[in-house]
């Protein structure tokens, strides 16, 4: 992918990411954030946290599928906004739903499994998103910094939950949710599965060129 193509491409993602905000902010300034404005907030922040995050978890599949790399250029930027609009969920709940009342959010937290799974998943995004520079994928090493971010399917699992268990009866935004993770883990596990097995079958052909080329295969000392 050439330069400006990915300066193109990310630019479109920064426009993309930050409408629903600036609508948001738009509808607030004429009043127009319908008869419980919080939960209107809430509930808007909330859904583009989860889009937002389905859509960073969808590029390795896509990866996987088209072989193409440029989608794993778009996979760190996606993910901060999901952070971005997670915290912006996070904060209207702290500031205008409980105003500062740690007690009550405390207790709402252990008593609310919905708030539960929901305060895990953004406290599993915290160091995923202060690992997302150059410097520290550097310092953390490229394999243990794949390790850490694998926790972002474990933040999607209870984001889905949260929205579940919060689901009122009739919606199906939730269940359209969960139905579009588990296919994105479905592929995964299958491009894992994939590239174990191609492993698996490149050793055997190795150790035969090796004793054909008449090298003497390692052998390990005795114990």
Same mark, same amino acid.
């Given at each position: 992918?050439?330069?400006? #193509?990915?300066?193109?491409?990310?630019?479109?993602? @920064?426009?993309?990411?930050? *409408?629903?905000?600036?609508?948001?902010?738009? @509808?607030?300034?004429?009043?127009?954030?319908? &008869? +419980?404005?919080?939960?209107?907030? #809430?509930?808007?922040?909330?859904?583009?946290?989860?889009?937002?995050?389905?859509?960073?978890?969808?590029?390795?599949?896509?990866?996987?599928?088209?072989?193409?790399?440029?989608?794993?250029?778009?996979?760190?930027?996606?993910?901060?906004?999901?952070?971005?609009?997670?915290?912006? %969920?996070?904060?209207?709940?702290?500031? *205008?739903? %409980?105003?500062?009342?740690?007690?009550?959010?405390?207790?709402?937290?252990?008593?609310?499994?919905?708030?539960?799974?929901?305060?895990?998943?953004? &406290?599993?995004?915290?160091?995923?998103?202060?690992?997302?520079? +150059?410097?520290? &994928?550097?310092?953390?090493?490229?394999?243990?910094?794949?390790?850490? %971010?694998?926790?972002?399917?474990?933040?999607?699992?209870?984001?889905?939950? %949260?929205?579940? @268990?919060?689901?009122?009866?009739?919606?199906?935004?939730?269940? &359209?949710?969960?139905?579009? *993770?588990?296919?994105?883990?479905?592929?995964?596990?299958?491009?894992?599965?994939?590239?174990?097995?191609?492993?698996?079958?490149?050793?055997?052909?190795?150790?035969? +060129?090796?004793?054909?080329?008449?090298?003497?295969?390692?052998?390990?000392?005795?114990?």
């Amino acid at each position: 992918m050439g330069r400006k #193509t990915r300066i193109a491409l990310k630019a479109g993602i @920064w426009t993309a990411c930050l *409408l629903p905000l600036a609508f948001l902010i738009y @509808w607030a300034a004429i009043g127009d954030l319908t &008869v +419980n404005p919080i939960d209107f907030i #809430t509930r808007t922040l909330g859904d583009w946290t989860m889009r937002i995050l389905l859509a960073s978890l969808a590029l390795t599949p896509l990866r996987i599928l088209t072989g193409a790399a440029w989608p794993v250029a778009c996979r760190r930027l996606l993910g901060l906004f999901a952070f971005f609009y997670a915290a912006l %969920h996070f904060g209207v709940w702290i500031v *205008l739903d %409980h105003f500062f009342d740690w007690p009550e959010m405390l207790a709402d937290i252990l008593k609310r499994r919905y708030i539960t799974v929901g305060m895990l998943a953004l &406290v599993l995004l915290l160091p995923l998103a202060a690992t997302s520079t +150059n410097g520290m &994928v550097r310092r953390l090493g490229g394999k243990t910094w794949q390790r850490l %971010h694998r926790l972002v399917y474990c933040a999607g699992v209870l984001a889905v939950l %949260h929205y579940l @268990w919060l689901a009122k009866v009739g919606f199906i935004a939730p269940y &359209v949710y969960a139905a579009i *993770l588990t296919i994105l883990l479905g592929v995964r596990l299958w491009g894992a599965f994939r590239r174990r097995l191609r492993e698996s079958r490149g050793r055997p052909a190795m150790a035969q +060129n090796v004793t054909a080329s008449g090298a003497r295969p390692l052998r390990t000392p005795p114990s």
